[in-house]
């Protein structure tokens, strides 16, 4: 049994963490961290897992926790894993942190994005991305993993097969990503507010959201050159789901069907990705509590360009079941234990 902590306990990350791992095999909760709410029993902030998950949240003292955890996931704001990971690091334990903190590689395009001071960059090279369709391998090893944010999930996943293969042109990019309400958090703010949510549909942050870098810097591996891409983002009044629609330029004539193979192959060992027969588009729904990613291609011969559908459940594929994904992972089991779960529907 590997025994795992959460920090940031009342949050909708901890709590999606909470009910995953209560049915995960090999993984045993043994403290869930809160500095708002210490004291209180975590199935009274979250009702719906009573007489499931009642322990009591705790204060976070790392000393102690280090002594009695082999795991720890962070599923706190950006900003706050970045001081305390360092001490976990030093007692050996295996930190996965659900915020942007350790996602990009340089300081410098962090303090830009986030308008924050970057981690110390030790800790910035020393951190695996764990998109664990394609970086298992380093995952493995890791003890320090960023797991990707909920957009970039997605258009990753959608984008990488064919940048890899240099079918797209990489600055005709365009993606256009929509995320259900869940997506900002439970902490009001008020951009999620019902009056202003419920029958609304609102693009946000255009050209500065922190997730730009992120996918451009997961793209930039797979070729020689910088790369500068166009994302807006949506919120639209659903609770969960994130769909992006991706816009490249084809490099070269292909049709859907060749492109499909493509995927098919790139995907034939990673159960959680399901590309979608042509003509069939996915939809959040299809994946809705799950941590499936489902994808869908189209060329259009007339323009050239090639669209990219991807969806998937922000809280699970895009947060705690992809989190999850890596403690299998880095732990040698299979990577689909405790989430095999088909999605929920309608
Ligand atoms: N929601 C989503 O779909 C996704 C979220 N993420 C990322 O996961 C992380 C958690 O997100 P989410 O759960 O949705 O956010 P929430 O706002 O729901 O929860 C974050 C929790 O972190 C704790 N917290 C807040 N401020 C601080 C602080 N200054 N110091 C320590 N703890 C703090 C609080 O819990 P407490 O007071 O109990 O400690 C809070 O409830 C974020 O970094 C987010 O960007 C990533 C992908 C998708
Ligand atoms: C609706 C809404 O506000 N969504 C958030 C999701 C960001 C998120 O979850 O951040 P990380 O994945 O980078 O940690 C946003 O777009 O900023």
Redesign the pocket.
Known sequence: MTNVAIIGGSGYGAAELVRLLHIHPYAKLTAIISHSKQGTDFSTVYPHMNQIADQTMEQLDVKKLSETIDLVFFATP?NVSKTIIPDFLASGITCID???DF?LHSPAVYQQWYQAEAAAEEYLHQAVYGLSEINAASVRSAKLIAN?????TAALLGLIPVTEKELIEPNSIIIDGK???S???RSLSQ??HFAEMNENVKA??LGS???IP?IEQALQEYIAADIQLTFT?H?VPMTRGIMVTCYAKLTENITTAQIETIYHTFYQQHPFVRVRADGEVPTTKEVYGSNYCDIAIHVDERTNRLTIISVID?LVK??AGQAIQNMNISNGWDQTTGLQHAPIYP
Request: with cysteine; proline share 10%.
């Open positions: 950006s659900l915020s942007g996602r990707p944010g909920c957009y970039p995320t259900g309400v997506g900002a958090g951009h999620v946000y942050k959201h922190k997730h992120e983002p919120i922000n895009g947060a």
